[in-house]
């Protein structure tokens, strides 16, 4: 089964628009941290957002928030006030805490183009 | 800037020709972490190092394998080179503690003719 799951390969968002990427996830493990990457068509993954199991209240980062949503296993990034730079691909990746690497496993991407 | 430096950034080499692509983490880290990136997918963990030893294996081939030096510095070495190979292979470190963050490298872009 995937862990991570992006269910979105591509979507369009208005300039100075709001939009939320989906991110579900599956784990049995009760400690566990949920983060978004961006990699621009230059490639590099910049960090964007965490989210902790046991964190009590939504991440934020400027114009980035996540709707975490325990019960529902969902994660999904909100972007508010899109702007053209923003249009990149997206993913979403967990780290277990009983996992013996402490890697990341990464979901499939979803690419967001943003219109003007 | 992320601190993790990765060389070469550009690669191209034929098949069953080896190579080498080497990174140095942040300062002060000691997990070093490789992944694949082939077109347009998701990326994929091959293997982690934490102070020179090896911690974990994802779907790492026979053919491609890595080390981690005394200085931290990580090489993954890619052997009998198919066009499959041909992929964004990225080095990623993280400090110990804290949250997991994984901080990347810009990636070695490896095309195999």
């Known amino acids: 089964a995937q862990k991570i799951t992006q269910t979105q390969p591509g979507m369009f968002v208005q300039e100075k628009e709001a939009v939320t990427l989906d991110c579900t996830y599956d784990t049995s493990d009760p400690s566990y941290g949920l983060f978004w990457y961006k990699q621009p068509s230059s490639g590099e993954m910049i960090f964007l957002i965490y989210q902790g199991s046991y964190d009590q209240q939504n991440a934020t980062e400027g114009r980035y928030s996540l709707n975490f949503q325990k019960a529902r296993k969902s994660a999904n990034l909100v972007i508010s006030a899109s702007q053209l730079g923003d249009s990149a691909m997206y993913f979403c990746a967990m780290r277990e805490h009983n996992n013996a690497g402490n890697m990341l496993t990464f979901g499939g991407g979803t690419r967001l183009m943003v219109k003007p | 800037d992320s601190g993790v430096t990765q060389t070469p950034k550009h690669l191209i080499t034929a098949t069953g020709q080896r190579v080498t692509l080497r990174c140095s983490p942040r300062?002060?880290?000691?997990?070093v972490y490789w992944y694949q990136q082939s077109l347009d997918q998701g990326l994929q963990f091959l293997i982690q190092?934490?102070?020179?030893?090896?911690?974990a294996k994802g779907n790492i081939l026979e053919r491609f394998s890595a080390q981690q030096f005394p200085d931290l510095h990580s090489e993954l070495n890619l052997s009998s080179l198919e066009l499959g190979d041909s992929a964004l292979y990225f080095c990623?470190?993280?400090?110990?503690?804290?949250?997991?963050?994984?901080?990347f490298g810009e990636g070695s872009r490896l095309t195999v003719l």
């Open positions: 990623a470190s993280s400090a110990t503690g804290g949250t997991g963050e994984l901080f």
């Open positions: 190092y934490y102070n020179g030893e090896e911690r």
């Open positions: 300062s002060g880290d000691l997990s």
